[in-house]
């Protein structure tokens, strides 16, 4: 499969979308292939172009596409953070 414009990934993910959480995004578009799911994927892809907050990065707090693991691994991130600052 040829590498195209938009996908899973660019419609669902964020900026700052994990490298693994974009390569599930794109899992999830070859198993459920369709030229229907295509042409929503670029209406969708035209009307985030011009909504603010798909151009924003998200923060620590905010979920995407995490899995449990990830949360997991984030709290764990957070906690060593907070140790290492004393708050």
Not at 2 to 24: H, I, S
């Amino acid at each position: 499969m040829k590498a195209g414009l938009t996908g899973f990934a660019q419609v669902y993910g964020k900026y700052n979308t994990t490298p693994y959480d974009k390569l599930k995004l794109d899992l999830t578009y070859i198993e459920n292939y369709s030229f229907v799911l295509d042409i929503k994927l670029m209406f969708l892809t035209f009307k985030i172009l011009f909504q603010k907050e798909n151009t924003e990065g998200v923060e620590k707090w905010q979920v995407t596409a995490a899995t449990k693991e990830n949360l997991e691994q984030i709290k764990e991130e957070e906690e060593k953070e907070m140790k290492e600052t004393g708050k």
